[in-house]
């Protein structure tokens, strides 16, 4: 929060309020008041008084509407955050990590064993209990989409008839260290590389997806 913004905005909110408030009291001053409530008096029962009750009953319908909907926003809230969200972000550090420029015409190989060089690295620090790396899998961020289409089907003739997948990386301890838990299935291990057997969930058996070269 800016200093000086914050000094700004106090000054006019107090220059205000002193502002409004000292005219009523010139007002007052001045000996209006009493005239100003012997025409209350004499004309209460007059269009303007109609209209000015006309304008308090509104203005009290619509602050309970608000204060109805203030409600509702704080319980709404409060339930929001007693809900589970399937991963504890407790103790957890993420930051963005960038290749050497010298790994820009580096073989995949090459990118591969550094990556994993970096990752035994940052598991060697004291306290750190476990590692990920990850791409697209940090909840409530952004995403990586795969466009591709059924083999065996013609090519669609643009990229938007095409069917979207989501895609996320991330390595073996990646659930371990967002604390989620295994419901079914079995967690990722080493074995899970660029060597191991793809597995992939499919709706129907007889049909592989193709993604576009």
């Known amino acids: 929060m800016d200093l000086r913004v914050l000094i700004f905005a106090a000054a006019v909110s107090l220059l205000a309020g002193i502002c409004f408030g000292l005219i009523p009291a010139f007002k007052t001053a001045q000996g209006k008041a009493y005239a100003a409530l012997k025409e209350g008096g004499r004309g209460g029962t007059g269009t303007r008084h109609r209209v000015q009750r006309a304008l308090v009953v509104a203005e009290m319908a619509l602050a309970l509407v608000l204060l109805v909907g203030a409600g509702l926003m704080i319980r709404t809230l409060t339930a929001l955050w007693n ?42 620090i004291p306290g750190v209990q476990s590692v990920s790396y990850t791409w697209g899998a940090l909840p409530l961020s952004s995403d990586d989409e795969w466009l591709f289409w059924i083999d065996g089907e013609p090519k669609p003739a643009s990229e938007n008839d095409m069917n979207w997948a989501l895609n ?29 057997r793809q597995v992939l969930q499919r709706d129907r058996p007889d049909r592989q997806a193709a993604a576009p070269q």
């Open 83 to 124: 809900v589970n969200p399937g991963f504890d972000t407790r103790n957890v550090l993420t930051f963005g990590l960038a290749l050497p420029p010298a790994m820009n015409t580096a073989t995949p190989e090459a990118i591969r064993a550094w990556l994993r060089e970096a990752h035994q690295q940052f598991q060697s």
């Open 168 to 196: 996320y990386v991330v390595e073996p301890d990646y659930l371990k260290v967002m604390g989620i838990p295994l419901e079914s299935g079995r967690f990722f291990t080493t074995h899970d590389d660029e060597h191991g």
